[in-house]
Protein backbone atom coordinates (compact mmCIF):
# COMPACT_ATOMS: atom_id res chain seq x y z
CA UNK A 1 0.00 0.00 0.00
CA UNK A 2 1.26 3.14 -1.23
CA UNK A 3 1.82 5.81 1.45
CA UNK A 4 3.15 9.66 1.55
CA UNK A 5 4.09 10.99 4.78
CA UNK A 6 4.65 14.88 5.06
CA UNK A 7 6.38 16.84 7.28
CA UNK A 8 7.86 20.50 8.03
CA UNK A 9 4.65 23.14 7.65
CA UNK A 10 4.44 25.61 9.89
CA UNK A 11 4.39 29.24 10.83
CA UNK A 12 6.52 32.01 9.57
CA UNK A 13 7.21 35.15 9.17
CA UNK A 14 7.35 37.08 5.65
CA UNK A 15 11.23 36.22 4.04
CA UNK A 16 11.95 33.50 6.30
CA UNK A 17 12.69 29.78 4.87
CA UNK A 18 10.81 26.58 5.71
CA UNK A 19 11.66 22.93 4.45
CA UNK A 20 8.94 20.22 3.46
CA UNK A 21 9.71 16.81 3.62
CA UNK A 22 7.71 13.66 1.96
CA UNK A 23 8.20 10.32 2.46
CA UNK A 24 6.83 7.28 0.35
CA UNK A 25 6.36 3.58 1.08
CA UNK A 26 5.14 1.01 -0.65
CA UNK A 27 6.72 1.43 -4.04
CA UNK A 28 9.65 -0.62 -4.35
CA UNK A 29 11.42 1.55 -7.42
CA UNK A 30 12.56 4.97 -8.67
CA UNK A 31 9.49 7.03 -8.48
CA UNK A 32 8.87 8.48 -12.02
CA UNK A 33 7.65 12.27 -10.49
CA UNK A 34 7.49 13.06 -7.40
CA UNK A 35 6.29 16.82 -6.39
CA UNK A 36 4.33 19.09 -4.60
CA UNK A 37 1.10 20.96 -5.07
CA UNK A 38 -0.25 23.79 -3.11
CA UNK A 39 -3.80 24.71 -2.48
CA UNK A 40 -4.70 28.52 -0.78
CA UNK A 41 -7.99 29.49 0.91
CA UNK A 42 -10.45 29.81 -1.24
CA UNK A 43 -8.53 28.64 -4.29
CA UNK A 44 -7.78 25.33 -6.74
CA UNK A 45 -4.86 22.91 -6.08
CA UNK A 46 -2.14 24.29 -8.05
CA UNK A 47 1.19 22.42 -8.97
CA UNK A 48 4.68 24.04 -6.75
CA UNK A 49 7.15 21.75 -8.27
CA UNK A 50 7.90 18.53 -10.16
CA UNK A 51 10.83 16.49 -10.07
CA UNK A 52 11.27 13.20 -12.28
CA UNK A 53 13.70 10.67 -11.19
CA UNK A 54 16.01 11.71 -13.90
CA UNK A 55 16.73 14.82 -12.29
CA UNK A 56 14.02 17.17 -14.83
CA UNK A 57 12.65 20.01 -12.81
CA UNK A 58 9.23 22.16 -13.44
CA UNK A 59 8.29 25.11 -10.76
CA UNK A 60 5.54 27.52 -10.99
CA UNK A 61 6.47 30.72 -12.20
CA UNK A 62 5.49 32.16 -8.86
CA UNK A 63 8.22 29.90 -7.03
CA UNK A 64 11.28 29.98 -9.21
CA UNK A 65 14.41 31.58 -7.95
CA UNK A 66 12.67 31.12 -4.46
CA UNK A 67 11.54 27.12 -3.95
CA UNK A 68 14.26 24.49 -4.97
CA UNK A 69 12.96 20.82 -5.29
CA UNK A 70 15.23 17.71 -4.04
CA UNK A 71 14.76 14.20 -4.03
CA UNK A 72 16.11 10.93 -2.64
CA UNK A 73 15.67 8.46 -5.32
CA UNK A 74 17.26 5.60 -3.08
CA UNK A 75 14.97 6.52 -0.08
CA UNK A 76 11.29 7.79 -2.30
CA UNK A 77 11.65 10.78 -0.48
CA UNK A 78 11.17 14.67 -1.86
CA UNK A 79 11.82 17.90 -0.51
CA UNK A 80 11.18 21.41 -0.72
CA UNK A 81 13.16 24.20 0.75
CA UNK A 82 10.76 27.38 0.39
CA UNK A 83 13.01 30.82 0.72
CA UNK A 84 11.72 34.46 0.94
CA UNK A 85 8.10 33.26 2.31
CA UNK A 86 5.53 35.77 1.13
CA UNK A 87 1.71 36.21 2.21
CA UNK A 88 0.64 34.65 -0.78
CA UNK A 89 2.68 31.42 -0.15
CA UNK A 90 0.67 30.47 2.17
CA UNK A 91 -1.30 26.91 1.31
CA UNK A 92 -2.07 23.17 2.45
CA UNK A 93 1.13 21.95 0.50
CA UNK A 94 0.63 18.26 -0.75
CA UNK A 95 3.28 15.96 -1.53
CA UNK A 96 2.60 13.99 -5.01
CA UNK A 97 4.10 11.09 -6.81
CA UNK A 98 3.06 9.56 -9.97
CA UNK A 99 4.28 5.65 -9.99
CA UNK A 100 4.50 5.80 -13.87
CA UNK A 101 4.97 8.09 -16.35
CA UNK A 102 2.35 5.92 -18.89
CA UNK A 103 -1.69 5.69 -19.18
CA UNK A 104 -1.57 3.38 -16.51
CA UNK A 105 0.31 5.36 -14.13
CA UNK A 106 -1.33 6.34 -10.33
CA UNK A 107 -1.25 9.37 -8.55
CA UNK A 108 -1.12 9.45 -4.92
CA UNK A 109 -1.32 12.43 -2.68
CA UNK A 110 -0.28 13.32 0.85
CA UNK A 111 -2.71 14.27 3.23
CA UNK A 112 -0.90 17.78 3.60
CA UNK A 113 0.88 20.11 5.30
CA UNK A 114 -0.26 23.93 6.48
CA UNK A 115 2.22 26.30 5.36
CA UNK A 116 0.87 29.75 6.93
CA UNK A 117 3.25 33.00 5.89
CA UNK A 118 2.44 36.12 7.82
CA UNK A 119 3.79 38.64 10.36
Known amino acids: QVQLVESGGGLVQPGESLTLSCAASGIGYVIPIMGWYRQAPGKGRELVAT???????NYAHSVKERFIISRDNAKNTVDLQMNNLKPEDTAVYSC?????????????WGKGTLVTVSS
Open 51 to 57: LTGRGET
Open 96 to 108: HVRTSLAVEGVDY
